[in-house]
């Protein structure tokens, strides 16, 4: 696993192999706000038996991702855009970019998904030029971890280890990626988010597939101001 303190997209996003970029988690400290969300002092902790195994329809349905959701902003709007705005200028530079405005909230119980399929975003309605941030905030690894390919297109997948105050930051509209059975026996929470630099960015109309929001700036997209 390679770690950058400070990194820089290449001109061309499919050659963004996935990579870690570290925070200050006592900065931008996510698991005690996201547990305050929750009610949920060990997010690890978490065990959510009631749930059947997740498919791509179900697996945005808990009553954790409700939680999330509707109190995201009023808890956390302010420090997410600061630590978007950060991760805009160690990842970007100095150049416009546009960011996910709500982040996609994961939990993976154990003994199962936290998304239900291998995938790329490409499927999805995403375009070129994004790239995934995504942001444990639970230590994973193995079977609770996200899985994504060692080669583009080579669906040869591995696992990330990971901690709060990493993030794994991959171009997941060209690389596939997603998850296994967890089998750890602790559940993993997550957020992950998208950004794209703005004269790559083409607004063509769709709706996202979870949010169900227009993929435009405004409503799925929103400007990222400079750190």
Known sequence: MSVFAA??????????????VEYNRREFDFPRIVAE???????????GAEYARFTRETDQSTIYHKSFY?????LMGDL????VSHMSDRVFGDVEVYHQAVPTFR????????????HKDSDYRHQNGELNFWVPLTPVWGSN??????????????????????VL??????????????????ARVSFDFRMIPAEKFIDAGEISVSAHKRMSVGDYWEATCQD
């Not at 509707?70 to 009023?74: V, Y």
Request: glycine share 6%; aromatic share 12%.
């Open 107 to 118: 939990v993976q119980f154990p003994n199962n998904l936290g998304v239900a399929e291998m």
């Open 80 to 83: 997410y855009r600061r630590f």
């Open 145 to 166: 971890t996200i899985w994504v390919e060692a080669s583009r297109g080579g669906h040869n997948y591995q696992p990330w280890t990971l901690k709060p105050g990493q």
């Open 70 to 74: 509707m109190q995201f902003e009023a």
């Open 169 to 186: 930051v991959f171009d997941s509209v060209n690389w596939r990626h997603g998850n296994i059975t967890n089998t750890t026996g602790r």
């Open 37 to 47: 969300i929750l009610h949920e002092p060990d997010l690890q902790s978490i065990v």
């Open 7 to 20: 990194i820089h997209t290449p001109s061309n996003p499919s050659d963004f192999a996935p990579r870690v």
